[in-house]
C-alpha cells in the first residue's frame, strides 16, 4: 500500500510540475525572430510604406548593451545603448531607444514605443535580455537614417594595421573629406580619392590605440559627419563605457572641458566673447525653431552670414552643434568626431561663444542644441600699409630676393586704386594703374598693380609678383571697409611693382 501511495503522491506531483514549467514559459523572452517581426509590425502601423531595413551592426550594438545589462556591467540607459553601438556601427549619430519590461514575456510588446514616430529612419536593430535577479527584461532599438555606405572596417585591427576606408556618399552629399583622430589625441585631415559621389583611401594606422575614422561632406545644412568609425589598433575595444565625465552642468562645464582640452595640447584657453555668444544662442533658438539640426539654415544661412551680420571682423573662425540630453553629452559627442576636435584644437582661435537652448529634436524627441562658436577676431592696425610693406620685406629676405625699396609715387598711385576698390566693393582696380606709375616715375620701364581683401596684412603674401627678382620699387597701399560681398571690416590692399 505505501508503494501504491507513494506512486499516486508522484503523478498528484506532475500536473504542478507541467503547471511550473508553463509558467516559466509564459514568462521567458521572446526569441529575436519575434521581436524583429513584433518591431516590423509597428513600424508597419506607425510607418505606412515606409521602408525599414534590419542593419546587423545597430543589432550588434543592441546585443551588447543587452548583455552588459544583464550581467550588471553598465547601467539601464539610452546613452548606454549608444556607447555600444559606436564600437559596432559607422552611422554618425544613431538614436538609442530603451526600455524594461516585467515579465520578461513582454519585451516584443516594448518594441513599438522604442523608435521614432517621425518615421526619420530607415535602418533599425533590436534585441534583448533578462536583467539581474530575474526582474523582467531590457529592450534596446538603435534607428538611424542611413545614407552613406562605408565599406566595412573592422573595429578591431593588428597593431601599425592598414584599413581601407571606401564608400559612396547619400545623394544629396558632397565633396567627402577624411579627418582621423589618433591615439595621442592629434587629427589629422587625409587625402581622399573621390569621384562621382565615391571615395576611397588607405589609412595607416600608425600608433597603437583608439583611431576614429570620420568621413565630413557638404549637404543641405553645412558640412556634416557622413560616417564615423572607432578602430582599435593592437589594444581591445572597451568592455563598458567610461565613467561620466565630471562637468559642471551648463555652458560653464562645456567652457571649462574646452579650456581642460585645449590646455592638454598646450595651446592657450579661448576667452568667452560676448558677441560671439549671441550668435551661438541665436543659431541654437532657430535650430530648436525649425526643429532641425544643422550648420546652414534657410533663415540665418551659414557661420559667415550669421558673422557678417553682426559686423564681426575675423581672421578665422569655426562651428561645432552637438544634440543630446545636456549640454554636456552634446559637448562629449562633438569632441567624439574628429572634425569638429579639429576646430576645438586649432591654434589659430583665441576666442569662444556658446549657446544651448532645449527643444524638440528632429526625430520627435526633445534635447538641448548646442553651438560653439570659435574665432579669432580681426585687431586693426592703425598704420596698416606699413605692416603689409614690413610683410613684403620679410618674404623678400625669407626667399634671398633683392630688396624691394618702396617709393612714394607709388604709393600714392596704389592709395588712389585701393580707395576706388573699396568704395565700390569690387575686387576690380580702374584699369590704368601701370599707366599711371609710368607716368609719375621717369625712366621706370614697367609697372604691375595687385589688389587683394582679406582679414590681415598676411594676405599680401599670395602676390604673385613677390617672388620676381627683377622687380626693385614697391608701392603699398592698404584700407579697412566694408563690402556686401566681402563683409565688414576687411582690409583691402593694393601692390604697385615697377623697375
Request: aromatic share 4%; with cysteine.
Amino acid at each position: 500500500m505505501a508503494g501504491k501511495g507513494g506512486h499516486a503522491r508522484a503523478l498528484l506531483r506532475w500536473p504542478r510540475m507541467l503547471l511550473a514549467l508553463l509558467v516559466l514559459l509564459a514568462d521567458a523572452l521572446p526569441p529575436q525572430e519575434q521581436l524583429e517581426a513584433a518591431l516590423r509590425e509597428a513600424l508597419a502601423v506607425s510607418c505606412p510604406g515606409h521602408e525599414v531595413t534590419f542593419d546587423a551592426d545597430l543589432t550588434r550594438g543592441c546585443r551588447a548593451f543587452a548583455e552588459a545589462a544583464r550581467t550588471g556591467k553598465s547601467q539601464v540607459s539610452g546613452s548606454v545603448a549608444s556607447f555600444y553601438a559606436s564600437l559596432e556601427s559607422s552611422e554618425p549619430a544613431p538614436i538609442a531607444g530603451v526600455a524594461t519590461v516585467d515579465p520578461a514575456s513582454r519585451a516584443d510588446r516594448a518594441v513599438g514605443d522604442l523608435f521614432s514616430h517621425s518615421c526619420r529612419l530607415n535602418h533599425i536593430g533590436v534585441a534583448a535580455a533578462e536583467l539581474p535577479g530575474g526582474h523582467g527584461a531590457v529592450v534596446c532599438a538603435l534607428s538611424a537614417l542611413h545614407g552613406t555606405d562605408l565599406r566595412h572596417i573592422p573595429g578591431q585591427v593588428e597593431e601599425l594595421d592598414t584599413v581601407i576606408v571606401a564608400g559612396r556618399l547619400a545623394p544629396e552629399l558632397s565633396r567627402p573629406r577624411l579627418f582621423v583622430t589618433h591615439p595621442s589625441g592629434d587629427v589629422e585631415e587625409m587625402g581622399l580619392i573621390a569621384a562621382g559621389g565615391e571615395f576611397a583611401t588607405r589609412v595607416m594606422l600608425r600608433e597603437t590605440g583608439e583611431h576614429s575614422i570620420e568621413i565630413l561632406a557638404d549637404g543641405p545644412g553645412g558640412p556634416q559627419v557622413a560616417a564615423l568609425r572607432r578602430v582599435f589598433a593592437g589594444v581591445k575595444p572597451p568592455q563598458a563605457p567610461p565613467a561620466a565625465p565630471k562637468m559642471a552642468p551648463g555652458l560653464a562645464g562645456v567652457e571649462a572641458a574646452i579650456a581642460h582640452l585645449r590646455a592638454s595640447r598646450g595651446l592657450p584657453a579661448l576667452q568667452r566673447d560676448e558677441l560671439l555668444d549671441t550668435v551661438a544662442e541665436a543659431h541654437s533658438k532657430e535650430m530648436v525653431r525649425l526643429r532641425t539640426f544643422a550648420h546652414v539654415l534657410p533663415t540665418d544661412g551659414s557661420l559667415t552670414d550669421r558673422l557678417r551680420g553682426r559686423g564681426y571682423v575675423y581672421r578665422s573662425a569655426g562651428e561645432n552643434i552637438g544634440l543630446s540630453d545636456d549640454a554636456a553629452t552634446a559637448h562629449e559627442a562633438i569632441v567624439g568626431s574628429p572634425a569638429h576636435l579639429a576646430n576645438l584644437l586649432d591654434p589659430r582661435h583665441r576666442k569662444l561663444g556658446l549657446g544651448q537652448v532645449r527643444g524638440p529634436s528632429p526625430d520627435g524627441g526633445e534635447g538641448v542644441y548646442l553651438t560653439e562658436v570659435l574665432a579669432a577676431p580681426v585687431v586693426g592696425s592703425n598704420d596698416p600699409a606699413a605692416d603689409v610693406a614690413r610683410l613684403l620685406f620679410s618674404e623678400r629676405r625669407k626667399r634671398g630676393l633683392p630688396e624691394l625699396a618702396r617709393n612714394a609715387a607709388l604709393d600714392k598711385v596704389a592709395s588712389r586704386e585701393v580707395q576706388f576698390a573699396a568704395g565700390t566693393g569690387a575686387l576690380k582696380l580702374q584699369g590704368d594703374a601701370d599707366g599711371k606709375a609710368l607716368e609719375q616715375i621717369p625712366g621706370l620701364e614697367s609697372a604691375v598693380a595687385e589688389l587683394f581683401v582679406g582679414s590681415a596684412p598676411d594676405v599680401a603674401a599670395r602676390s604673385k609678383n613677390l617672388g620676381d627678382a627683377r622687380w626693385k620699387y614697391v608701392g603699398v597701399a592698404a584700407t579697412y571697409a566694408s563690402s556686401k560681398t566681402y563683409g565688414p571690416g576687411r582690409l583691402w590692399v593694393v601692390l604697385l611693382y615697377g623697375r
